[in-house]
C-alpha cells in the first residue's frame, strides 16, 4: 500500500510528523503543488527560494518529488487516485487561505472514500492551543508567553529510518515546474533543510551566546537569519527548542522568546484572521493616511535621505532580508513620517522578503501603527537619526548598503547634512523634515482620539 505526502510550509525530512505518520503507511509519494493562488501574488524573491528549496528536496528524495500545477483540490485527488493510495499526509497549515484551501481539498478526497491526515503544524504549539484561563484567545504577548512555555512542545519526531519513496519523480524542472524568476543582482542564502541546519550550528556556535546583546545590531552579524527556513519548514522550531535545552545562557533565553513571537503572530491569526489586513485594534483605523505616491517610491527604493532607513530598504532589495531593528524604523518611517497606511508597506515587504509571511509580517506591520496586539503605542515615534547613531554605532551597516555615503567615518554616516561633503558622492536629501512630519502625524492621531 501507498499514500501521498503533501509538501506545503514543511520542506525537510528531519523531526517530520506527518512524514512519520505517511510512512507507517508504506511506500510514500512525495508531491508539492503549486497553486496559483499563493503563487501568483508571491514576490519574486519567495517564488525563486522556494524553487531552490524544492530542488534541494528533491535531491535528498532520490529524484522522486512530483510537481503537479492547479487546485489543490483537484490536483490532490487526482495524484491520491494515481497512486491508488487512501490518506494524503500532510503538515496542518495554520493561515486562512490554506485552511480554507484544506477543507476544500478534504472534501474532494472523502467524495472518492479517501482522507487527508493532518499531522502537526509548522509551530511548536498549534495555532489556537495555547488558551487564558478563560479558554479565551492571548491579546498580549507576555501572559502568551508565559502559557506557551508552561504548556511545552513536544520533542522532536523521530527519524522516519528507510521510506520507500514512490511516484515518478521528475517533478523537478518537469512540465509543471515555474520558469526561476530572474532575481538579477539580488542574492539568496543557500536553500534546503541541509543549508538550514549548518546555518544553525554555524549560529549556535559564534553568536548564541552573544545574541541577548548582540540582536539589536544591524552593524553586527547577530542573528541568526533562519527565517526563510523557518518559514518553508526546512528546519522546524521545535528542533532548535531542543537544542536551546542544552545551550543555557541568556541569548539562548531570548532566541526562545523570538521563536515564541513567531507563534504568537500565527495564533493571533488563527483567532483573528481578518488581522492580516484589517486593524486588529480598530481605535486607529479612523486615522488618515496619504496615498502611495513619489515619496513611497523614494522609500521603497531607499531614496529618502534619512541613512539607515535607505539602507534598510536597500539591504531589503539586495538580499531579501532585513535585521529586524531596521525593519521596525523603515515601517515607522512610512507610517508616521510619510503617513502611509501601514498595509502598503505589509505589502511591499511581501514582495521583496524572502522571509515574507502573512502573520509575522503584517502583526509586525501592526506593532509598529500602533494598531496591533502589543501595540508600541502610536505617539512613540521612532527618530530615524538617532536609532541610526544607536543601533549602528559604528556606521557599518549604513556605509555596507549605501555606497554615496561610504566616505563618511564613524557614526558621522548618519548624519550627511552635518558633513560638507556629505553630499559629494550623489546621496539624496531628505525628502522630509522628520520633526515637522512627526507632529503633523501626532496632531492626526489627538483629532482620532478626540
Ligand atoms: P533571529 O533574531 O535570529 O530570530 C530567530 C527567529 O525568531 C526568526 O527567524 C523568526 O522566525 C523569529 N522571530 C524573530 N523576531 C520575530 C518577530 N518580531 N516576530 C515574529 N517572529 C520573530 N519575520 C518573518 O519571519 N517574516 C516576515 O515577513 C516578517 N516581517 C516583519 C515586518 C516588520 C515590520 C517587523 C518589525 C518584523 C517582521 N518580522 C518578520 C520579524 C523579524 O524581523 C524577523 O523574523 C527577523 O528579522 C528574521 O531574522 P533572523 O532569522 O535573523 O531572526
Not at 510512512?23 to 503563487?39: K, T
Not at 491508488?84 to 484544506?102: I, L, N, Q
Not at 512540465?175 to 543582482?185: A, I
Not at 556606521?395 to 561633503?421: C, F, I, K, M, N
Given at each position: 500500500s501507498s499514500s501521498v505526502l503533501w509538501f506545503r510550509r514543511d520542506?525537510?525530512?528531519?523531526?517530520?510528523?506527518?512524514?512519520?505518520?505517511?510512512?507507517?503507511?508504506?511506500?510514500?509519494?512525495?508531491?508539492?503543488?503549486?497553486?496559483?493562488?499563493?503563487?501568483?501574488?508571491s514576490g519574486d524573491v519567495r517564488r525563486a527560494y522556494l524553487l531552490r528549496s524544492l530542488r534541494a528536496l528533491d535531491a535528498r528524495l532520490g529524484g522522486h518529488l512530483v510537481v503537479e500545477a492547479g487546485d489543490p483540490?483537484?490536483?490532490?485527488?487526482?495524484?491520491?487516485?494515481?497512486?491508488?493510495?487512501?490518506?494524503?499526509?500532510?503538515?496542518?497549515?495554520?493561515?486562512?487561505?490554506?485552511?480554507?484551501?484544506?477543507?476544500?481539498?478534504?472534501?474532494?478526497?472523502?467524495?472518492?472514500?479517501?482522507?487527508?491526515v493532518r499531522t502537526g503544524t509548522p509551530y511548536a504549539i498549534g495555532p489556537g492551543t495555547v488558551l487564558n484561563g478563560s479558554g479565551k484567545p492571548f491579546q498580549v504577548f507576555t501572559p502568551f508567553s508565559r502559557a506557551w512555555a508552561a504548556h511545552g512542545w513536544p520533542a522532536p519526531a523521530d527519524d522516519p529510518g528507510e521510506v520507500r519513496w514512490t511516484g515518478g519523480g521528475g517533478g523537478v524542472d518537469?512540465?509543471?515546474?515555474?520558469?526561476?524568476?530572474?532575481?538579477?543582482?539580488?542574492?539568496?542564502?543557500?536553500?534546503g533543510e541541509d543549508a538550514a541546519h549548518r546555518r544553525w550550528a554555524d549560529?549556535?556556535?559564534?553568536?548564541?551566546?552573544?545574541?541577548?546583546?548582540?540582536?539589536?545590531?544591524?552593524?553586527?552579524?547577530?542573528?541568526?537569519?533562519?527565517?526563510?527556513?523557518?518559514?518553508?519548514?526546512?528546519?522546524?522550531?521545535?528542533?532548535?527548542?531542543a537544542d536551546l535545552r542544552r545551550h543555557r545562557s541568556p541569548g539562548a533565553d531570548t532566541f526562545r522568546t523570538e521563536l515564541c513571537w513567531r507563534d504568537f503572530y500565527a495564533d493571533v491569526l488563527w483567532h483573528r484572521p481578518d488581522s492580516a489586513r484589517e486593524y486588529y485594534k480598530p481605535q486607529l483605523a479612523g486615522l488618515r493616511y496619504a496615498e502611495p505616491g513619489e515619496q513611497f517610491e523614494a522609500w521603497s527604493q531607499g531614496r529618502t535621505g534619512y541613512p539607515i532607513v535607505d539602507a534598510?530598504?536597500?539591504?531589503?532589495?539586495?538580499?531579501?532580508?532585513?535585521?529586524?531593528?531596521?525593519?521596525?524604523?523603515?515601517?515607522?518611517?512610512?507610517?508616521?513620517?510619510?503617513h502611509v497606511e501601514w498595509q502598503h508597506g505589509g505589502r511591499e515587504f511581501m514582495r521583496w522578503l524572502r522571509d515574507g509571511d502573512l502573520a509575522s509580517n503584517m502583526h509586525g506591520w501592526q506593532w509598529v501603527a500602533g494598531s496591533g496586539t502589543d501595540a508600541s503605542p502610536f505617539f512613540?515615534?521612532?527618530?530615524?537619526?538617532?536609532?541610526?547613531?544607536?543601533?549602528?554605532?559604528?556606521?557599518?551597516?549604513?556605509?555596507?548598503?549605501?555606497?554615496?555615503?561610504?566616505?563618511?567615518?564613524?557614526?558621522?554616516?548618519?548624519?550627511?547634512?552635518?558633513?560638507?561633503?556629505?553630499?559629494?558622492?550623489?546621496?539624496?536629501?531628505?525628502?522630509?523634515?522628520?520633526?515637522?512630519?512627526?507632529?503633523?502625524?501626532?496632531?492626526?492621531?489627538?483629532?482620532?482620539?478626540?
Open positions: 520542506l525537510r525530512l528531519h523531526d517530520h510528523p506527518a512524514l512519520l505518520a505517511a510512512a507507517a503507511d508504506g511506500a510514500v509519494l512525495p508531491l508539492f503543488v503549486v497553486d496559483p493562488a499563493l503563487w501568483r501574488p483540490a483537484e490536483v490532490v485527488d487526482r495524484v491520491a487516485a494515481r497512486a491508488g493510495a487512501r490518506r494524503v499526509h500532510v503538515t496542518a497549515d495554520a493561515g486562512p487561505y490554506g485552511r480554507r484551501r484544506d477543507d476544500a481539498v478534504a472534501r474532494a478526497l472523502a467524495a472518492h472514500g479517501r482522507e487527508l518537469g512540465p509543471h515546474w515555474p520558469e526561476e524568476p530572474d532575481l538579477g543582482d539580488l542574492e539568496l542564502p543557500e536553500a549560529f549556535r556556535a559564534h553568536a548564541l551566546a552573544g545574541y541577548a546583546d548582540e540582536r539589536d545590531r544591524p552593524d553586527h552579524d547577530g542573528t541568526s537569519q533562519l527565517s526563510h527556513a523557518l518559514k518553508w519548514g526546512e528546519v522546524h522550531p521545535r528542533t532548535l527548542l534598510g530598504m536597500r539591504q531589503m532589495r539586495s538580499v531579501g532580508w532585513v535585521h529586524n531593528r531596521v525593519r521596525m524604523i523603515v515601517a515607522s518611517f512610512l507610517v508616521k513620517d510619510l512613540r515615534v521612532f527618530n530615524p537619526v538617532t536609532q541610526g547613531q544607536r543601533f549602528d554605532p559604528s556606521g557599518d551597516y549604513v556605509r555596507q548598503h549605501v555606497p554615496e555615503l561610504r566616505h563618511l567615518p564613524g557614526r558621522s554616516v548618519h548624519t550627511p547634512w552635518e558633513a560638507a561633503d556629505g553630499y559629494a558622492h550623489g546621496y539624496p536629501e531628505r525628502i522630509v523634515d522628520h520633526a515637522h512630519e512627526r507632529r503633523v502625524a501626532l496632531a492626526e492621531y489627538a483629532r482620532v482620539r478626540g
